[in-house]
C-alpha cells in the first residue's frame, strides 16, 4: 500500500508511539508485508525466525520487537508488539469507508458493460468495457476488472485475506488493504472466491479462464491463459506462471511457484515449486509418470506379500 504522501521515521514513530532508530527524517512511502515489500516501504517483523529475512528485505523501514544494529540507509521501529502497531498503521492511512449502496458513486463502469441485479460494487471499483457480472457478484473496493470479463453469479472478488496472528487467548486478524486485477478477457465461473492483497494486488492474468467454485488466496499471481476446473484451491502468494492448468479439487499451498505450461492433476495437493511443461499428480504431488509408478507397485504389494507369507 502506498501512503498518500510522504512521512518521515519520527512521524511514523509519534503514530504507534515507539522508539526509532535512524534519521529521523528518514522517508517513508508506503506499508507492505514481506512478500511484497519495495523501498520505500515499511515491513513488520515479530519472529526471531525471520529477522534476517526483514533487515536485508527492499523494505527500507523494519517495524521490529527487538533493538538491533540499524542496517546503513534504513530505519527501525522498535515495538512490542509490531503486528498490532502495522494494523494501526495500516488503519490511519486506510480507513474504514463503507458504501451501503448497491454501486458506490465512485466506482467507474465502462458504457458497453452490463451490470445485472443484485450486483454490489464497493468504493473505487473500475469495471472495463464490454464486462457481464451476472446477479450478486460482489466486488470490495479498490478493485479493478478490464475489459471482455464476465463474472457469474455469486462470485466475490476482493474479499480480505486470510491472515491471522494467534494470541493465548483469540486470532488477530492482518487488516487487509489491498486490491485484485482482473485482466481483459477473462472468464470467472460461479460461486468462487478471489481475496485481496494483504497491501499489494492479487492478479488474475488475461485470458485466464476458472470454473465454478474455486479459491484464490491473498496476494497470489495468475498469470496469462491458465485454466482452473471447479473446487480447485489455491493459497495465498502462490505465483503461477502462463499457460498452467490445474484439475478438479486440485490445491496449491502457500508461496510456491507453478513454471509456465505445468499441469497439476485432479485431487493433486502441492507443497512444493514445479517445473514448466511437466505433468504432476497425488498427494504430495509428483511428477505423473514417477508417481503412477508408485501407485502401480503399491497394487502389487499384497500379492508380493502373500507370495512372501506362503514360503
Not at 23 to 37: K, Q, R
Not at 88 to 99: A, G, I, Q, T
Not at 105 to 128: E, F, H, Q, R, W
Request: hydrophobic share 35%; net charge negative.
Amino acid at each position: 500500500m502506498k501512503l498518500s504522501s510522504p512521512h518521515t521515521l519520527k512521524n511514523i514513530a509519534s503514530i504507534i508511539q515507539c522508539e526509532f532508530e535512524g534519521d529521523p527524517e528518514h522517508i517513508i512511502t508506503g506499508l507492505n508485508e514481506i512478500h511484497m515489500v519495495e523501498s520505500g516501504d515499511i515491513v513488520f517483523v515479530d519472529h526471531p525466525k525471520y529477522y534476517d529475512k526483514a533487515l536485508t528485505s527492499k523494505a527500507t523501514t523494519i517495524l521490529i520487537n527487538k533493538k538491533v544494529t540499524c542496517p546503513e540507509g534504513k530505519g527501525l521501529l522498535v515495538s512490542d508488539d509490531p503486528f498490532r502497531d502495522y494494523n494501526k498503521l495500516v488503519r490511519n492511512f486506510y480507513p474504514l469507508e463503507y458504501s451501503v449502496l448497491p454501486i458506490s458513486p465512485s466506482a467507474k463502469i465502462g458504457k458497453t458493460s452490463v451490470i445485472m441485479p443484485g450486483v454490489y460494487l464497493g468504493n473505487n471499483v473500475t469495471v472495463g468495457e464490454n464486462c457481464v457480472l451476472h446477479p450478486n457478484v460482489v466486488v470490495y473496493d479498490n478493485c479493478h476488472i478490464g475489459n471482455n470479463v464476465i463474472i457469474h453469479s455469486g462470485t466475490v472478488i476482493g474479499a480480505d485475506a486470510f491472515y491471522y496472528k494467534k494470541r493465548a487467548t483469540h486470532f488477530d486478524k492482518m487488516i487487509s488493504c489491498g486490491s485484485v486485477v482482473i485482466e481483459d478477457h477473462v472468464e470467472i465461473g460461479a460461486l468462487c472466491t478471489i481475496d485481496k492483497g494483504v497491501s499489494g494486488e492479487t492478479r488474475i492474468g488475461e485470458g485466464t479462464k476458472i470454473d465454478n467454485h474455486v479459491q484464490i488466496g491473498h496476494d497470489t499471481q495468475v498469470g496469462k491463459m491458465c485454466l482452473f476446473a471447479s473446487h480447485v484451491g489455491v493459497a495465498g502468494v502462490v505465483k503461477i506462471e502462463d499457460g498452467v492448468t490445474l484439475w478438479g479439487q486440485s490445491g496449491v499451498r502457500s508461496d510456491v511457484t507453478l513454471g509456465k505450461g505445468s499441469v497439476l492433476l485432479a485431487q493433486a495437493g502441492l507443497g512444493e515449486d514445479i517445473e514448466a511443461g511437466k505433468t504432476y499428480f497425488g498427494s504430495p504431488a509428483g511428477e505423473a509418470r514417477a508417481k503412477m509408478k508408485e501407485v502401480a507397485a503399491l497394487k502389487m504389494l499384497p500379492d508380493l506379500i502373500k507370495k512372501i507369507n506362503e514360503k
